[in-house]
């Protein structure tokens, strides 16, 4: 199944300042995503749980992608920090479950660079496509 189906389901948390930022400017330069990303607008990364995570899953997403502020850049000082240390938990929980890595991504974005969110994007849902060809 490719995630191109229409059935298909990307789930994306982002940031409320720099990855949010990328998406409205994707939006604004008219930079085409897929319409089987579905994103959800943090105030911030660093309050997102493995749980929440999960529940995506458990909901029929074939893909969680995490998108934050760069190093250094997190309007609440620690918040990509907090997220980064989830991340091996959770990819732990995920694999007990049987999904792959490629599945579940945290990735980081400019303010403003729609460019870069939609190529970000793009290379997550190659790699489902790839883990899901080859099962």
Known sequence: MKIREKNSKII??????????????AGAEKIPYSPTVYPI?????????????????????????LLGCGEGECQFELGNKQVAEIV????????????????FQLDFVDAG?????KEIIQNFINGIDEVQGNQ
């Open 113 to 117: 660079d729609g460019k870069s969110f």
């Open 41 to 65: 607008r943090l105030a911030c990364l660093g309050r997102i749980t493995p749980g929440i995570i999960l529940k995506a899953f458990e909901n029929g997403a074939n893909g969680v992608l």
């Open 88 to 103: 091996p938990e959770t990819k732990s929980l995920l694999k007990m479950l049987g999904y792959n890595d490629k599945q």
């Open 12 to 25: 994306l948390f982002t940031c409320n300042w720099n990855a949010y930022s990328g998406l409205e400017a």
